[in-house]
């Protein structure tokens, strides 16, 4: 299991605890875990780790809390400051989209493509889905198309 989390990662913590505390050695334990949940749950070394770890006294199971910088790009502001910017101006770039907001250009991508819901069509930013307004306008657009050339009916 290479990279990937087991969903059952706290019971298989919690049984390496308990067969640990009784005497078990990491074979063991690791053979009986792949007999319960699999060969793909856990990985010998994973074991002798958690082993290392609960003889240093550590004795919790859940992961601490990440110290980290928290994500602050894909705020409600941040958002609202892209839509606004696009609605003025859709034929702008995400290059100059992020220059003009303060956010990565990575950032600026992720929140038209993934929260807006926008494509690049003809150097313009375009919703994915249409509202009934713009699809009435469409309508009547391609109406107006049909009576400018009565012959192609």
Not at 80 to 102: F, P
Request: positive net charge; aromatic residues 8%; hydrophobic residues 35%.
């Amino acid at each position: 299991m290479v990279g990937k989390r087991s969903v059952h990662w706290l019971q298989i913590r919690s049984y390496i605890f308990a067969r640990h505390n009784i005497g078990q050695s990491a074979k063991t334990i690791f053979s009986e875990i792949c007999n319960v949940y699999g060969h793909n749950e856990v990985s010998y070394s994973t074991v002798t780790r958690l082993i290392s770890k609960f003889k240093a006294g550590k004795e919790q199971f859940e992961d601490l809390k990440r110290t980290g910088r928290p994500k602050t790009a894909t705020t409600e502001s941040k958002i609202q400051i892209i839509k606004e910017l696009i609605e003025k101006d859709a034929r702008l770039t995400v290059r100059e989209l992020a220059l003009m907001s303060g956010i990565s250009s990575a950032r600026v991508h992720f929140i038209l493509r993934k929260v807006l819901l926008v494509n690049k069509k003809c150097a313009r930013w375009i919703p994915h889905l249409l509202t009934k307004e713009q699809k009435q306008e469409r309508v009547k657009k391609a109406k107006q198309l049909l009576k400018l050339y009565p012959n192609f009916n």
